[in-house]
């Protein structure tokens, strides 16, 4: 195939990256000690540790894992950890020891955290113990015999780790009772790890380094298998994507996504390769404390999702931050939209650079440029070293321009699916092309633009709609905060567009949002129905708006209704 998107390369950007230049993670993380050891690594609540302090917790706790528990390698080792030093401390920790890093969501339900840790055969865990409720719950009917619980300021200095911690527990009453009796305290953890020393592993580019879940395009979350290899390749893939602009150990960046979501993960692993200095936020739902973390940082780079960006430009305090710094500000994760991608430009004076990527692809697939002066609406150009084609159902390629699904074939696509080997197949196309189930086309310029997903499309009398493009209408009247295109039944067209609401403008209409969309969108395009709601839409632990979960809840609003 001709990789027609290298025409429109960057200066400088190579057609391939040194995919192979680091045996392993733990190999890549002792390059960056010896490189940038007394630099600032990772910095939250005020609190910095550098690299080289970074990598003695490390290694003391990978030193607990391997010479306390025992754990072999390729055990998996659950992290069920927001944005804390805890989390970056516990990655590499695990990796060092040869382990293999199961990411949990902490505001996952018991249901779903005992499938998580069942499927995945977890033998340990790190848990804050804001959330060790809900693992006493599930732990007897799981693999895990080793707990570790942490709190919220563990790695803080005294006496700031004692305030955190007290009024985490007895102001906000943000630790429900939970009785584990077998849990170890992370500083005991730690104690005991530099006691037993650690024999550092040496695992292969090709073992296991991460279980990272995910509902796939198909049925019930799947356990993506990443090798060392995969998330070494997609390091430098990006960071061979970003180095005209970025300049190594003079960054730092902002991460308010949580880092168990596989786009912060990556992204916060290239900074590290860069030698970034990484602002980890705890919580940005809490818009005025983020706004004071970007007030006060000097920061450079800053990464988010729609969500995200829209609610900033909707928060006063932004106005006070200092943006002349930035040099990169990536969205991701979730389409942009171009009303709040070009919002954020008027308002703050920088592009916001859309990339596009998959947890299957480790996840980066495609980014547009770096040095973009405006959106582009399209979701980039693939990566060095990756190549994207728009196949059909058959897997043959389609013409530049014509739609079908994308798909994927490079260094940072996973190994399969974690114990499923049918599942594993029905994602592969032949060739080792990976199966997106996203919908988009490849134009001429080598860009690929995204039209929605798969099973998100809508069809009206046998024509295609993409919820993305009513969607993106929607947002473009100043009075829609937010909003979801989902199906709706019909007894002519079979199933209709029903738009669901948030308004910025309490006195919007219905009669005048429906006009607006007639002015942009094709009449069969247009939503038959607006359903306005007063509170936010159900979203991702990342902020992107949950679809599924929008219409199952219409589905019940009008099933109760039809009943009553």
């Not at 069969?524 to 992107?544: E, T």
Request: charged share 15%; glycine share 8%.
């Amino acid at each position: 195939m001709q990789k027609i998107w290298l025409n429109s390369y960057p200066p400088g950007v190579p057609p391939t990256a040194a995919v192979d230049a680091f045996a392993s993670l733990p190999a890549l993380f002792d390059w960056i000690v010896r490189t940038y050891g007394p630099q600032p690594a990772f910095t939250n609540q005020g609190t910095t540790l550098t690299w080289a302090e970074l990598d003695e917790r490390a290694r003391a706790f990978a030193g607990y894992l391997q010479g306390v528990l025992g754990l072999a390698p390729g055990a998996r080792v659950a992290l069920m950890l927001p944005n804390l030093l805890q989390y970056p401390v516990g990655l590499f920790g695990v990796l060092r020891a040869g382990c293999v890093v199961v990411n949990v969501n902490p505001l996952y339900t018991a249901r779903e955290l005992q499938y998580q840790l069942a499927d995945s055969g977890a033998s340990a865990i790190v848990v804050l113990d804001n959330f060790a409720h809900t693992l006493e719950q599930v732990l007897a009917a799981t693999a895990v015999r080793h707990v570790v619980v942490t709190r919220a300021g563990d790695l803080l200095p005294f006496p700031k780790a004692q305030i955190v911690n007290l009024v985490v527990r007895h102001v906000r009453h943000m630790v429900p009772a939970w009785y584990l009796p077998q849990a170890v305290r992370w500083h005991e953890a730690l104690r005991r790890g530099r006691t037993a020393g650690l024999r550092p592993a040496t695992p292969a580019p090709q073992d296991t380094a991460f279980l990272q879940y995910t509902g796939g395009t198909t049925g019930v979350p799947k356990g993506a298998v990443l090798s060392h290899a995969n998330l070494v390749a997609n390091i430098e893939q990006t960071a061979a994507w970003v180095g005209g602009v970025l300049v190594p150990g003079r960054e730092t960046a902002i991460v308010p996504l949580p880092l168990y979501h596989v786009f912060a993960l990556t992204a916060t692993l290239t900074f590290c390769r860069l030698g970034a200095h990484v602002v980890l936020v705890t919580n940005p739902r809490e818009l005025p404390a983020f706004v004071r973390e970007l007030r006060h940082s000097p920061w450079t780079v800053l990464i988010g999702v729609n969500t995200l960006f829209n609610a900033l430009l909707n928060e006063p305090g932004l106005a006070q931050v200092d943006m002349r710094r930035a040099k990169l500000v990536v969205a991701g994760g979730m389409a942009v939209q171009r009303a709040v991608a070009e919002r954020w430009q008027q308002r703050c004076g920088t592009a916001l650079v859309e990339g596009y990527g998959l947890t299957e692809a480790s996840p980066i697939v495609c980014a547009n440029r770096p040095d973009q002066p405006a959106f582009t609406g399209a979701i980039g150009l693939p990566l060095p070293s990756t190549e994207v084609a728009i196949l059909d159902d058959t897997g043959q390629e389609l013409a530049l321009g014509e739609p079908g699904e994308i798909c994927v074939r490079g260094p940072q696509v996973m190994q399969g699916y974690w114990q499923r080997p049918e599942e594993t197949a029905r994602v592969f196309h032949p060739g080792g092309w990976l199966r997106t189930g996203d919908i988009g086309v490849l134009e001429p310029t080598g860009y690929v633009r995204l039209i929605d997903r798969l099973k998100d499309m809508i069809v009206v009398s046998g024509f295609k709609v993409y919820p993305n493009e009513v969607e993106d209408v929607l947002a473009l009247h100043p009075g829609v905060f937010e909003a979801a295109a989902i199906r709706a039944p019909d007894p002519h067209s079979q199933e209709v567009v029903k738009a669901v609401v948030v308004r910025r403008d309490p006195q919007l209409t219905e009669q005048a949002l429906l006009e607006h969309c007639r002015q942009h969108l094709t009449g069969y395009k247009v939503p038959r129905a607006i359903v306005f709601r007063s509170a936010p839409l159900p979203k991702s632990p990342i902020g992107k708006i949950l679809r599924r979960v929008v219409q199952a809840e219409e589905d019940a609003r009008l099933a109760t209704t039809t009943a009553g």
